[in-house]
C-alpha cells in the first residue's frame, strides 16, 4: 500500500475529534510530502536535528510534533517553529522550554510524560509527581509555556488488557488534572496515547491524539 492509501485508513479508524500525529522519524523527506500531499499536517519526530532538517525544507503550515525524549541544551535550536513538546518530564526542561520560548517570544504548548507502563526504561512523572511540578512556585513563575496535557506510552506486549489499563490510568489523571490544564486550555486537554500497535485501544480509552508512524510509513531499520 501507499503511504497516501495508509494514512486514509488510519484516518478512517479514527473517531472524531482524535488528532493525528504522523510520526515521520527516520523517514526520508519524500515519504512526508507524499503525506503533505494527501493533506497531513501535523508531523512527529524524536530527533532535533531530524526535525531541524525536515523543517528547513518542508511548507511553512507543517505542525511539528517533538514526540522524543528532549535534551535541555537542544530545545533552543526547535523553540523558534515547535508546535507541541509531547515529553516533557521535568521543571529543569520545562525552564529551559520556557527560557527559550521567551528568547522567540511565543508560548510553547507541552504535555507532561506520565509514566504508564512498567517498564523501567520508559520516561515520565508519576501523578505525584506531576502534580508536585504544576503546584510548585517555580513552575508559577513559567509564563511562556502552555501545558496543554499529557502523554503516555503503554507497555510494548501483546497483552491488550495491560494496555487497556495503562491507558485507563492516563485517562483517569488526565481527569483528575483537569483543574489545572483549564488554566492554559479552555477547551478539553490533550490525552496524546496510541501508537500504531496500540491506537485503537487508546482510542476507546479516551485518548484524543495519537502518534502512528509505521502504519503510515512502513516500519522502521532502527528507533
Ligand atoms: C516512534 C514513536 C511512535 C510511533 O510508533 P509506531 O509504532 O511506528 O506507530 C509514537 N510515539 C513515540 C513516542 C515514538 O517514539
Partial sequence: ????????????????????????????????????????RIFGENKVQEMCEKYEVLPKDIKWHMIGHLQRNKVKYIAGFVDLIHGVDNLKLLKEIDKQALRHNRIINCLLQIK???????????KIEALQLMQSADFKN????SIQGVMGMATFTNEEDRVRDEFKSLKQISDEF?????????Q???ISMGMSGDYK??????????????SIFGSRNHQ
Avoid at 142 to 145: A, D, F, S, Y
Avoid at 178 to 186: L, R, S, T, V
Avoid at 201 to 214: D, K, L, Q, T
Fill in 178 to 186: 483537569k483543574a489545572e490544564f483549564a488554566k492554559y486550555n479552555d
Fill in 1 to 40: 500500500m501507499s503511504i497516501e492509501e495508509n494514512l486514509n485508513s488510519v484516518k478512517e479508524s479514527l473517531r472524531s475529534g482524535v488528532t493525528l500525529v504522523a510520526v515521520s522519524k527516520t523517514k526520508p523527506v519524500e515519504y512526508l510530502q507524499k503525506a503533505y500531499s494527501a493533506g497531513q
Fill in 142 to 145: 513559567l509564563k511562556n509555556i
Fill in 201 to 214: 485501544i487508546a482510542i476507546e480509552e479516551g485518548s484524543n491524539m495519537v502518534r502512528v508512524g509505521s
Fill in 188 to 190: 478539553n486537554s490533550i
Fill in 116 to 126: 504508564i507502563a512498567e517498564e523501567d526504561s520508559k520516561f515520565g512523572l508519576s
